[in-house]
């Protein structure tokens, strides 16, 4: 019995099944709502099955039927794009989809340059890339969501391989003309009665408290966010100060202001920068290169202003 639907339709139904949406979907995959609309009508027609109910305020809502549907389009999708691997490693080239994840505090640092050099040299990947903070990274590689995810050395499972890339230590970030600001190092004994803003990630959040408890000190939390950017600005305008692994070569934070950037002395780990991946017996020529891509990227480009580069 010939098929009569496309990859198209069921990559377009997949796309509305997950924005719960015709208008959010068409933005994700750069084709008109009629299009999208046409598709999911002509897959309707050839299954005989309603996959979505209709709703005029809050968009599509997924029938239970469409709920398994969505399931199954998806992983056959997946099985499409394994297709691009397979042909890609018999022909020895890098081709292909490939999903990136990278954790959000140094994302605006890294991800821009690092992917446009990498589609520069690969022209035929399909280059997705996602932000996300260490413990969605984690749970999409356990998905499968993503193929690799450029991250930090944390909570990291038995599932998953690591590719070190770089060693991060911490930096007390500080205001210009803080009192500590002329200090070699710093210690936490020092920062215990200042102000801290926090950066309040899951498993950042941890490791960067851990730097207090382990000598048994109660940091002063003035303030949390989710955000580096808003931390760094909020340091830079007298909130408090904040730790971060990572000292960038522009040392102003986003409005502008100066910030100053000195070693925290103590226990704390440095933290090793690197690929995350999924445990696998075989490796895609794709992701490999990706990997390869990243150890030139730490090297050429002296992302951060310190660390040192894990041969």
């Known amino acids: 019995m010939p098929l009569r639907f496309t990859l198209r339709q069921l990559e377009y139904f997949v796309a509305v099944g997950e924005a719960g949406s015709i208008t959010k979907a068409a933005e994700q995959v750069n084709v008109s709502p009629p299009s999208i609309s046409a598709s999911i009508a002509q897959l309707e027609a ?28 998806a992983r056959l999708l997946a099985d ?6 397979i042909a890609g490693d018999i022909a020895e080239k890098v081709r292909g989809p490939l999903a990136v994840g990278c954790l959000l505090t140094f994302a605006q640092i890294v991800m821009p340059t690092l992917r446009m050099k990498f589609e520069r040299a690969y022209p035929e990947v399909r280059f997705r890339q996602f932000e996300r903070n260490q413990g969605q990274l984690l749970e999409m590689l ?9 991250t930090y050395d944390l909570e990291l499972s038995q599932d998953t391989t690591f590719e070190p890339l ?3 230590p911490a930096y007390v970030m500080l205001p210009q003309g803080h009192r500590f600001a002329g200090k070699a190092s710093i210690t936490t004994e020092e920062l215990a009665d ?73 226990d704390l780990r440095p933290l090793t920068m690197g690929v995350a991946l999924p445990n696998a017996e075989h ?29």
């Open 46 to 73: 050839e299954f005989g099955v309603q996959l979505f109910v209709r709703k005029h305020s809050h968009g599509l809502s997924l029938t239970a039927g469409g709920r398994v549907f969505l399931k199954e389009a």
């Open 80 to 85: 499409a794009d394994a297709l691009h691997d």
């Open 142 to 150: 356990q998905r499968g969501e993503i193929d690799a995810a450029l």
């Open 166 to 168: 770089m060693l991060v």
């Open 194 to 266: 200042e102000p801290m803003v926090l950066l309040d990630l899951p498993y950042s959040r941890e490791y960067f408290l851990s730097a207090f408890h382990s000598r048994g000190i109660r940091p002063n939390i003035a303030e949390r966010t989710g955000d580096i950017a808003v931390m760094r600005s909020m340091v830079a305008n007298g909130f408090g100060y904040g730790i971060a692994n990572m000292r960038p070569l522009n040392t102003l934070a986003p409005d502008g202001k100066p910030l100053v950037f000195v070693p925290l002395e103590g």
């Open 283 to 311: 490796r895609t020529q794709t992701v490999q290169a990706f990997i390869d891509h990243c150890r030139r990227f730490v090297v050429e480009q002296g992302v951060f202003g310190s660390g040192r580069v894990v041969e």
